[in-house]
């Protein structure tokens, strides 16, 4: 229990960390590798090099200030970065050194602003916030070697199959060499995957959705081809170039929480746009399974018929359901798209191909995809009339805080 004086000390720093949280977080990670370099075994480096990462966790320390008096505000948040920290292999016994390290790094960044109750402030308070995750991420450690027969951490696959989907997504087919059963997981969860690439001093993590439905022998990650960024996509470049049918790679157990239940009657709305393909294709499979009579509407976004993924899979599936009717929109059509252009989509939903949709006041909506598409798509449907509790996301990355994007735009 944190004492009255801790919470107004760490509420009056939320102003400075506005300002100087990513330089607070930069330098935290940097004093970190510099002293346990083992630990970027589990880190996302490309998400280090673009910087995701240390915004991802200022946003979560300056919500944290201006919530700590309150802390159940931010279990959603928690619960969802515990998933991909149980994904990654994180234990309790890493929390100390990384409380050690954000202390040395805000009296770094700050100076003379971090007086020493600022800093004993800080140090209560995040010893408080470590142990809701370490308590969090203890039971889902615990429920997932119940649920998956003891399999906790890494487990090596063997790559049963590989076919291109589109002209940058990839699916790779993969079934554990142990050769034991893959116990039901929910659609939309994702597999960490860790590859020892050739010439790489540490070990490299990335998060896939599975593609697949449960149920059958394999999983299925569909990866995009990531070569118009900066830096490349290191794994999923490798992935594609050097991972073959017959090659092993090592998964951890499904995670993640952006899942729904599709045994539920209300209507569903999916939207995708590129590789956020991924989740709703299994979303899809486990409704029309479950429940062939459910309406659903499913709009999926990419620039090109080149690109569109599971195009002749996703046409079956539609067809195959009852009241079920799916809209495609390119943004760079080719020729032979022309005649399919519906909008000008330019990496934005537009709050006119929304209205376009007939969906009802009472259907869920679930949405996957790059942060202009999840953006402009949550603010249509909030203008549309959407609540919070019908709108359901998930963001490819680190998690960036669509809420606030939501306030400075309406202020």
């Not at 569903?268 to 989740?279: D, N, W």
């Not at 620039?303 to 009852?322: P, V």
Request: glycine share 6%; aromatic share 10%.
């Amino acid at each position: 229990m944190l004492s009255d004086q801790t919470i107004t000390i760490v509420k009056s720093t939320a102003p400075v960390l506005a300002e100087k949280g990513v330089d607070i977080t930069t330098c935290f990670y940097k004093r970190l590798f510099e002293n346990y370099p083992e630990l970027l075994n589990i880190f996302n480096h490309a998400n280090q090099k673009k910087v995701r990462q240390q915004t991802a966790l200022a946003n979560t320390i300056y919500a944290a200030a201006l919530h700590i008096d309150q802390l159940e505000v931010l279990l959603p948040t928690v619960k969802q970065i515990a998933h991909k920290h149980r994904s990654l292999g994180v234990k309790a016994e890493h929390y100390p050194v990384v409380g050690t390290y954000l202390l040395k790094a805000i009296k770094e960044v700050l100076g003379e602003g971090a007086t020493e109750e600022v800093l004993h402030a800080w140090g209560e308070a995040y010893g408080v916030i470590a142990q809701v995750f370490i308590d969090i991420e203890s039971e889902m450690y615990e429920e997932t070697a119940s649920q998956y027969g003891g399999w906790q951490n890494f487990k090596a696959f063997k790559v049963t199959g590989k076919v291109k989907e589109s002209s940058i997504i990839t699916s790779f087919y993969l079934e554990p060499v142990d050769g034991a059963p893959l116990p039901a997981f929910k659609a939309g969860q994702y597999c960490t995957v860790r590859l020892a690439l050739p010439g790489d001093k540490y070990l490299s993590n990335r998060q896939y959705s599975l593609s697949s439905e449960a149920g059958k022998p394999y999983f299925r990650i569909s990866v995009k081809r990531e070569n118009q960024s900066v830096p490349n996509g290191k794994i999923s470049n490798y992935l594609h170039d050097h991972i073959d049918v017959g090659d092993e790679i090592e998964l951890t157990a499904p995670a993640g929480d952006f899942t729904l239940d599709p045994t539920v009657e209300s209507p569903l709305l999916l939207l995708s746009a590129g590789v956020g393909i991924t989740p709703m294709i299994a979303m899809l499979k486990s409704v029309i399974n479950h429940n062939p009579t459910r309406h659903i509407t499913f709009l999926h976004a990419t620039k090109n018929s080149e690109t569109h993924a599971f195009h002749d899979e996703l046409n079956d599936l539609i067809s195959s359901a009852k009241h079920a009717n799916l809209t495609v929109i390119y943004s760079a059509p080719t020729e032979k798209d022309q005649s399919n252009r519906l909008y000008d989509w330019n990496g934005y939903l537009r709050e006119e191909i929304l209205e376009s949709l007939t969906i009802d006041s009472k259907t869920d909506c679930y949405l996957c995809g790059p942060s202009g598409f999840m953006k402009s798509a949550i603010e249509g449907l909030k203008q549309l009339g959407f609540p919070d509790n019908q709108i359901h996301y998930e963001f490819f990355g680190p998690k960036i805080d669509l809420e606030s994007y939501h306030e400075q735009k309406m202020h």
